[in-house]
RNA sequence: GGGCCGUUAGCUCAACUGGCAGAGCAACUGACUCUUAAUCAGUAGGUUCGCGGUUCGAUUCCGCGACGGCUCACCA
């Protein structure tokens, strides 16, 4: 709205013809809001009255009621209301002159004396305002906000600036982050960081983004996940390593899948997928107690329960969600496999082996029961190129996935460390991609030299941070644990 | 990618069966020195997502397109 605009130019010209600086350099606060509300949000009238406290704060208004010769302006300063009192008689004539020329959505300071109002308010007494910024836009409506989600995604801005809960999301989110560290600093971890941009996309399951570097003249690609430099580091002795970091795949788009998302990758040597299974458990009730204060939270309206994880192998969970009636033993029959993907309406590819129809058919029946924190173990070779099989059986391999809320928020496994069973597994990857699986995993050459070196019996995992952001903040979308998620651009 | 739904003032939403495009908040002018959805009086604000069609007349009906949401498929 232009003509919105043009008034508030005007504005921020009276502004400047009052004599104030339009854009000042800084502003010297004593306090934030939040630290005036918790120093004195419990002082009396009496009280502020008989020792009077004198604060400097800085903030956003978003809201005004003038009345003539004084007013209340309401401020917001990180996510802390606060309410400023302008009246004409305390004020130098040239401030009360700024008060009056203020909008909605300026940035201004304060410096004054605490009271509380006739109706109860912790308010400041302005002695000084100063100006700081000015907004040319205007704010979102101020019952309803912002919910239109497109706006609110585009122009998180603002979505941040009218949505208070938006900004609790993204400090879980850090705090959820900032306790991971923590803990797997505190058991010897060591940080790292490996390169984004791959010659191989490998590591995963995945399709990546393709780029290009010029000088060079050379392919690359986006990561689609950590692992393979990670391993590379065991191989060199840091035997408890970690990293954080983005991780991009080309693919669909949904309400748990955004084209860029955050993993927690860690591989820890000497130990096996049962080692990182109890790790895991502790991992999370710590987080989980440090963010939510307890160890139990609410998910879409189900309780979720951090206290017990279940743990079901891949088979057994078949056995018990599958609507048809199924032994474990029949499940390596393939006629029998694909028999109950055919009749439970699933799809599968025909043409893949018969761990890949396991592994749909799990997706079919499982899935979506797994509400409570489930470990599902033991899964089937081919989905599986970088894991360490399992020895009591030769079809599975060492492996869990945790899920949570109908979620998969974790994967893990021993890691395959035998390089002439690793080449294997990657030439039938290749045969894979052959049959037109574009998500099959490519040759790594230097992987496999780097396993030649020789690697130490390892356990690694990856942990989706976003997902775990979402089970932990209640949201249903995962654009809403994203600051900026991507979108179609505008025009 | 498939299906369903949506797009009207800065924001949140109306507009019956096709008949002058509206309200609240925000904005502007004025009144008001303890309000908190402040109140009172007045003013202004529109390419109804875009293009085409049907019609005397389209926000409304039809077609195509853009963007978004939900959902299914794929993936974590």
Not at 203 to 232: C, Q, S, V, W
Not at 250 to 271: D, R, V
Not at 394 to 413: D, K
Request: charged residues 30%; proline residues 5%.
């Amino acid at each position: 709205m232009e003509e919105l605009e043009t008034i508030r130019v005007q504005k921020l010209q009276q502004i400047r013809d009052l004599g104030f600086d339009a854009y000042p350099t800084h502003y010297r606060y004593t306090h934030t809001a939040g630290a005036v509300v918790e120093q004195y949000g419990a002082r009396t009238a009496e009280e502020l009255e008989a020792e009077p406290i004198t604060v400097r704060v800085a903030g956003r208004i978003m809201a005004s009621r003038p009345f003539g010769k004084a007013g209340f302006l309401g401020i917001t300063d990180g996510g802390q209301k606060l309410q400023i009192y302008a009246k004409k008689d305390k004020l130098p004539e040239r401030e009360f002159q700024l008060y009056q020329s203020l909008d909605l959505g300026d940035m201004i300071g304060c410096e004054g004396t605490l009271f509380r109002t006739r109706t109860g308010e912790l308010t400041i007494q302005a002695k000084e305002l100063s100006f700081l910024a000015k907004s040319f836009l205007p704010l979102p409506e101020k019952w309803h906000g912002l919910t239109d989600v497109e706006i609110r995604y585009r122009r998180r801005y603002v979505d941040l600036i009218v949505n208070p809960e938006v900004r609790d999301v993204f400090v879980k989110r850090s705090l959820i982050i900032r306790e991971i560290r923590r803990f797997l600093d505190d058991a010897g971890y060591f940080e790292v960081e490996t390169p984004v941009l791959h010659t191989i996309a490998g590591g995963a399951l995945a399709k990546p983004f393709r780029t290009h570097h010029n000088a060079l003249d050379m392919p690359l690609y986006l990561r689609i996940a950590l692992e393979l430099h990670l391993k590379r580091l065991i191989v060199g002795g840091l035997n408890r390593v970690y990293e954080l970091g983005r991780i991009f795949r080309n693919e669909g788009i949904s309400w748990k899948h955004n084209p860029e998302f955050t993993m927690l990758e860690f591989y820890q040597a000497y130990s096996n997928y049962e080692d990182l299974m109890d790790m895991t458990e502790e991992l999370l009730r710590r987080v989980v107690t440090k963010v939510n204060g307890s160890l139990t939270i609410t998910y879409d309206g189900q309780e979720i329960d951090f206290s017990k994880f279940t743990r079901l192998s891949m088979r057994g969970a078949i056995v018990k969600f599958c609507p048809e009636p199924v032994s474990e033993e029949e499940l390596r029959d393939r006629a029998k496999v694909e028999g109950l993907l055919k009749k439970l309406h699933a799809e599968y590819d025909p043409k893949a082996p018969v761990g890949n129809l396991v592994g749909s058919l799990f997706d079919a029946v499982a899935e979506k029961h797994l509400v409570q924190p489930t470990f599902i173990f033991d899964h089937p070779i081919e989905l599986s190129p970088l894991s360490k099989i399992k020895l009591s059986d030769p079809s599975l391999v060492e492996r869990f996935e945790l899920y949570i809320g109908g979620m998969e928020v974790a994967n893990a496994y021993s890691e395959l460390n035998d390089p002439v069973d690793q080449r294997g597994r990657f030439e039938s990857q290749l045969q894979a991609k052959e049959r037109g699986d574009e998500e099959a995993h490519a040759m790594d050459e230097d992987y496999i030299r780097a396993l030649s070196y020789g690697m130490p019996p390892t356990a690694g995992e990856g942990i989706g941070i976003d997902r775990l952001t979402m089970l932990l903040t209640d949201s249903k979308s995962i654009r809403d644990v994203i600051l900026f998620p991507l979108m179609r651009s505008e025009d």
